[in-house]
């Protein structure tokens, strides 16, 4: 095996780790190794992402944009002492929208019509969820009506990709709407919520970049043919 591809593994064991010790964090209310696992997200997918990608793409561009912007939310969700704020809302948003700029190309070549007819029904999702939280959003309202419009479009096209991809985009949008009940849906009682949040999230985000990464067409342990040249073609 490559040493770059045994990096890479062990890349995605380390994250599997620090997933399960943020969630025994949580149910233990270890608030300090819930910040430091929960920080660590992101720089894993991302070292992740740059020990498969061969060179630099759009698409690999828009999913570092991606990470970035959510490990940004992250920290801002840990740091303010009301996590349901514009700003967090917005990092969000721009985390969906470098997610669903690097989903689009592959959904417009590769469409499966019984995932996309799978997919139609988290529209009326998201829209459900949106009428049922609009009044406890307050202020917040286009800030979240944004956001339910980037969180839909990003799971939808999720589905044309792969399995790994349309997993990852349906466990982001439980994540999020199990959250928005928790944040603006007044009298939702969800047992575990926090739990079921965090953990949906990171498998989610993990399947979501693990299906991007196995649809590259080079990783960068992946050989050549001798005498022949390697052409990689991508929007």
Known sequence: M??????HLALWV?????????????VAGSEILRWITQLLFAPLLTAALLTAMPRSTRTTTLLLCGVTCAWVGDFLGLALPTPATPAVVLCFIAALLCYTGALFPRWSRTRDPLRIALAIPYG???I?????CADGAGALLPVVAAYAVALATMAFLSAG????????????LLSSSLLAMDW????????LSTVLVM???????ALLIGGMIHAMPQRRWTP???????????N
Not at 184 to 191: E, Q, V
Not at 199 to 205: F, K
């Open 2 to 7: 490559p040493p770059i591809r045994s990096v």
């Open 14 to 26: 380390t994250y599997a780790l620090v997933v399960v010790m943020h969630i025994g964090a949580l």
């Open 124 to 126: 009326g999702v998201v």
């Open 128 to 132: 459900g969820l949106f009428v049922a």
């Open 161 to 172: 990709s792969n399995g790994l991809t349309w997993s990852g985009g349906t466990l982001f």
């Open 184 to 191: 603006f849906l007044p009298g939702a009682s969800i047992a």
């Open 199 to 205: 953990t949906t999230y990171a498998v989610g985000h």
């Open 224 to 234: 050549c043919r001798s005498g022949s040249a390697l052409v990689i073609v991508e």
